[in-house]
Antibody, heavy 120, light 110 residues
Framework: QVQLAQSGAEVKKPGASVKVSCKASGYTFTGHYLHWVRQAPGQGPVWMGWIDPNSGDTRYAQRFQGRVTMTRDTSLSTVSMEMEGLTSDDTAVYYC?????????????WGQGTLVTVSS | QSALTQPPSASGTPGQRIIISCSGGTSNVGTNSVNWYLQLPGTAPKLLIYSSNQRPSGVPDRFSGSKSGTSASLAISGLQSEDEADYYCATWDDKLDDLIFGGGTKLTVL
C-alpha cells in the first residue's frame, strides 16, 4: 500500500543541523511532489516547502529560505529535509506529505512524523 | 496568528450536525480552494476535504465542505464519538506566497 516512512526521532543542540528522511513506497515515486510540514507542540501545522522527486526542483517557504535544503534520491525513493541553525523554536514534529496533484494544499498521504527536539 | 481564523473549539452531541468555519481574505480563501484536515492526538493530519468540497475516497459522506466568498465551512452530520479531533483548514495565500493553515478547531463530542 501507499506509505511514507520517516526516520526516527532526533535530539539536537542549538546551532546544530538535522536531517530527516522520508521513504516512499507503493506508488511511482517520481509521480508526486513531496512536501514538508512541521507542527510545534500544541500548535497548528506550518508548511515548509516542496520537492519534485522527478527533477529535484524545490520551493521553500520564505520563513525557511536559506536554512532548509530538500533533496531526493530516486534510487532509494527517498526525500530528505535538512535544517541548519536549529533553535528551541524548531522543536516540532516534522512530516513529509504527498501532494495530490492538481489540488494546491491537498496532501493525500502523510508520513508518521519525526520529532525533532532542540535542547541544550 | 494565522491569516485563516477558526473557532478554537466546537462541541456537539452524538447524531448532531455541527459546522466549523474558516475565515480568510481575498488573497487566500477568496481566491483559492480550501482543504480540510482531521488530526487525532499523536497522529499525522488526514485529508478530509479538498478543492473546497471534494471528499477523498474512504471519507464518509457525513463530512462536507463549502466555500462562499472569503469563508469556508466544514459540516459534520451524524456526529460520532470518533469524530473528536482537531480540524484544520488550509489554502494558498497569493499575497504571502505561502501555504497557510488555520489555527485549528478542537471538536468535542459530548
Amino acid at each position: 500500500q501507499v506509505q511514507l516512512a520517516q526516520s526516527g526521532a532526533e535530539v539536537k543542540k542549538p546551532g546544530a543541523s538535522v536531517k530527516v528522511s522520508c521513504k516512499a513506497s507503493g506508488y511511482t515515486f517520481t509521480g508526486h511532489y513531496l512536501h514538508w510540514v512541521r507542527q510545534a507542540p500544541g500548535q497548528g501545522p506550518v508548511w515548509m516547502g516542496w520537492i519534485d522527486p522527478n527533477s529535484g526542483d524545490t520551493r521553500y517557504a520564505q520563513r525557511f529560505q536559506g536554512r532548509v535544503t530538500m533533496t531526493r534520491d530516486t534510487s532509494l525513493s527517498t526525500v530528505s529535509m535538512e535544517m541548519e541553525g536549529l533553535t528551541s523554536d524548531d522543536t516540532a514534529v516534522y512530516y513529509c506529505a504527498r501532494y495530490k496533484t492538481g489540488y494546491v494544499g491537498a496532501f493525500d498521504m502523510w508520513g508518521q512524523g519525526t520529532l525533532v527536539t532542540v535542547s541544550s | 496568528q494565522s491569516a485563516l481564523t477558526q473557532p478554537p473549539s466546537a462541541s456537539g452531541t452524538p447524531g448532531q450536525r455541527i459546522i466549523i468555519s474558516c475565515s480568510g481574505g481575498t488573497s487566500n480563501v477568496g481566491t483559492n480552494s480550501v482543504n480540510w484536515y482531521l488530526q487525532l492526538p499523536g497522529t499525522a493530519p488526514k485529508l478530509l476535504i479538498y478543492s473546497s468540497n471534494q471528499r477523498p475516497s474512504g471519507v464518509p459522506d457525513r463530512f462536507s465542505g463549502s466555500k462562499s466568498g472569503t469563508s469556508a465551512s466544514l459540516a459534520i452530520s451524524g456526529l460520532q464519538s470518533e469524530d473528536e479531533a482537531d480540524y484544520y483548514c488550509a489554502t494558498w495565500d497569493d499575497k504571502l506566497d505561502d501555504l497557510i493553515f488555520g489555527g485549528g478547531t478542537k471538536l468535542t463530542v459530548l
